[in-house]
């Protein structure tokens, strides 16, 4: 028999969503990433199986567990965008996002992917996992982080508030931030960190809505990753806490978020985020240009840490 010769790499096209042009035609970083998971659905196609045909037919879950991504260019409303997916290192995906502009080709993002295939719980089928994705294949999310031990007369919350400049926001898992019947997916937490980080600039009075009104200053990501740990569950409860760690150069700032759920007396991580994050200039004096990050919005950021 004929071995099948799968392709090496996947190019699609695609555009952003409406619904990512929040701040005038830019496009914010959550919907670059939803295109990298677009390439990284279409590069399994390639391979010979859907995540459907791979949830039906074998009982697995197509997870993207870990994505790193640099965006060295902005991403517009109705820009046309070449998705490139190639293959990396073990279970790792190499991805490039590029549009043409001006006639020539410009690079929006560059993104290293893991992908895993989990054995699901709520699947009838229990196929092994195609021979070309078998190196994917893991039974379950399992993380080497620690768990959290909550001792006696305190709580979840106390815990993950001890630290200086720990902001924490408790959510329930809807349905609709999950998959496969059981569990939040890798969009659900990259949603988590978009939403995390607004309620943290609105809690240290320093709002996108204020900074836009108040100084023309538009939220630009250069970078994030979120990587899940562990399978946070459809309507648990997912402790979520942000905290702003340096700021780089005086224009960024440089965030964590980390999420945990409760089982019994011990708090589990499910997913980790960094983003690097700053300020445009949208009108006025330096336009176009990053702004600098003064005193007060520095001191709102990290407040008295000493």
Same mark, same amino acid.
């Given at each position: ?10 190019v699609?096209h695609?555009r952003p ?16 990433m939803?295109?990298?998971?677009q ?8 391979q ?12 697995l879950?197509? *997870? ?5 991504v ?6 517009e409303?109705?820009?046309?965008v ?8 073990? +279970? ?9 502009r001006?006639g ?5 993002l560059?993104g ?7 054995r ?7 196929a ?8 994917l294949e ?15 007369? *305190?709580?979840a919350?106390?815990?993950?508030t ?27 937490f990259?949603?988590?960190?978009? *939403? ?14 204020r ?6 200053w538009?939220?630009?990501?250069s970078r994030?990753?979120?990587r899940?740990? *562990?399978d946070?569950?459809m309507?648990?409860t997912?402790h ?6 340096d700021i780089?150069r005086g224009?960024?700032? +440089?965030?964590r978020?980390d ?8 708090l589990?991580?499910?997913a ?15 336009a176009?240009g990053?702004a ?9 950021l990290?407040g +008295?840490?000493?």
């Open positions: 028999m004929t071995a099948v010769l799968r392709p090496t790499r996947t699609t695609g969503a409406f619904e990512g042009a929040n701040i005038r035609t830019w496009i914010g970083f959550k919907h670059f939803y295109l990298v998971e390439g990284v659905l279409q590069w399994l196609r390639d010979g199986k859907s995540a459907r045909d791979l949830f039906l037919e074998h009982g879950g197509a *997870e993207i567990v870990d994505c790193s640099q965006l060295p260019a902005v991403l409303l109705d820009d046309e070449e998705v490139e997916v190639t293959p990396g290192r073990g +279970d790792k995906l190499n991805v490039q996002l590029s549009v043409v001006g020539e080709k410009v690079t929006v560059r290293k992917v893991t992908v895993a295939l989990v699901e719980r709520a699947a009838d089928a229990r092994a996992a195609p021979e070309a994705l078998a190196h893991v039974p379950a999310l399992k993380s080497i982080v620690e768990r959290i031990a909550i001792p006696a007369g *305190e709580t919350e106390s815990v993950l001890a630290s200086p400049g720990a902001f924490l926001w408790s959510w329930r898992a809807p349905y609709f931030y999950c998959h496969y019947s059981d569990r939040v997916q890798h969009s659900g990259v949603r988590t960190l978009e *939403e995390v980080v607004d309620r943290y600039l609105a809690d240290r009075g320093i709002s996108v809505g900074m836009l009104t108040e100084r023309d538009i939220p630009v990501v994030a990753r979120v899940l740990l *562990e946070a569950r309507e648990e997912v979520t806490v942000f905290t702003v760690t780089l224009v960024m700032f +440089d965030g978020m999420c945990y759920v409760q089982r019994g007396q011990e589990v991580p499910v980790t985020a960094q983003i690097l994050h700053g300020y445009a200039i949208a009108a006025g004096p330096g176009g990053m600098e990050l003064d005193e007060g919005v520095v001191h709102a990290i +008295d840490r000493t």
